[in-house]
């Protein structure tokens, strides 16, 4: 996907992400960056999946 084609009010900076991110508390929290832009899960979606094994799935309970 090319950023240039996602409508403005669509389009977030890392910065602005990042400034969010960090007004949030939560227990566990990690702010992931990954080339591909806006709808990052279509554009890469290998980089995606490696950050969710590697970010998300520690904190699942399987045994549930």
Known sequence: ?????VPAPMRTTS?????YFDS???P???FVTIPGGHLVE???PARFLQGLL???LPYIDCER
């Not at 910065?15 to 400034?19: E, G, L, M, P």
């Open 1 to 5: 996907l090319d950023p240039r084609t």
């Open 28 to 30: 566990h929290k990690a």
């Open 15 to 19: 910065a602005t992400a990042r400034a």
């Open 24 to 26: 949030i508390s939560a």
């Open 42 to 44: 279509f554009a890469n």
């Open 54 to 56: 590697q970010v998300v």
